[in-house]
């Protein structure tokens, strides 16, 4: 079956290390994004890539980072520079064209200990 | 700036009874709209989309929703609220500048009352 991948489900880290929240999907879908949610903000972007080796900030960028060497695969990197980093993270994918939805992943919880 | 605004951040109906989640949106140009749904602890599930075929757009569950130009609204609805309806639901509008994004409202929580 299609669709989009995201691992682990629960990821626990200590302040000052690095974790990489990983990313895959099967769709064929060129663009792919990072979201974080916390209660009551909704879903804000991290980061978003339309084509491979390209990415582009979104509104939450700092303490983050992203590769993008696949077209399958766009893993988010929370850094240890992320002042505030426990949150939920969610992943999504679609194919190019404003009117096409996106399709997301079940998420990550991350929780700094 | 395209953007979207949700009015109410917990809405409470009664099993049966009538459900409207509201959603306003900013833009310049014919907006591309959505609303999601998530269940506790995953991900989100497309309900519909607006792409200017129809106003009223029909989704899945017995969702459906309006696009009103003059009053920049989309807001969701459904006759009749079930139980499983319980969930938090997102209006997002497609952005294309330079690259493609997806710009959420900040989630309205529905509560189902038995």
């Known amino acids: 079956d299609g669709g989009i991948t995201q691992s682990p489900k629960y990821l626990f880290r200590k302040e000052g290390q690095n974790v990489t929240l990983s990313c895959e999907q099967n769709?064929?879908?060129?663009?792919m994004y990072w979201y974080r949610q916390d209660p009551g903000q909704g879903l804000r972007l991290i980061y978003y890539?339309?084509?491979?080796?390209?990415?582009q900030k979104g509104d939450i960028a700092e303490g983050y980072s992203v590769s993008r060497e696949k077209k399958e695969s766009f893993p988010l990197t929370v850094t240890s520079a992320q002042k505030n980093p426990t949150a939920f993270y969610l992943c999504?994918?679609?194919?190019?064209?404003?009117?096409?939805?996106?399709?997301f992943g079940q998420g990550t919880r991350l929780t700094v200990v | 700036a395209q953007s979207v605004t949700q009015l109410g951040s917990h809405v409470s109906v009664s099993e049966g009874a009538l459900v409207l989640l509201r959603c306003n949106y900013s833009?310049?140009?014919?907006?591309?709209l959505f609303w999601y749904v998530q269940y506790p602890n995953q991900g989100l599930q497309l309900l519909l989309k607006?792409?200017?075929?129809?106003?009223l757009v029909k989704g899945i569950n017995g969702f459906e929703a309006e696009f009103k130009k003059s009053e920049t609204s989309f807001h969701l609805t459904k006759p009749s609220a079930h139980m499983s309806d319980a969930a938090e639901y997102f209006c997002?509008?497609?952005?294309?500048?330079?690259?493609?994004?997806?710009?959420f409202g900040q989630g309205t929580r529905l509560t189902i009352n038995p």
């Open positions: 999504a994918s679609s194919i190019l064209g404003g009117d096409t939805e996106a399709f």
């Open positions: 769709l064929n879908h060129d663009a």
């Open positions: 890539s339309q084509i491979v080796n390209d990415f």
């Open positions: 833009s310049s140009v014919p907006p591309y």
């Open positions: 607006y792409t200017s075929a129809a106003t």
């Open positions: 997002a509008v497609s952005i294309i500048q330079g690259a493609q994004k997806l710009v």
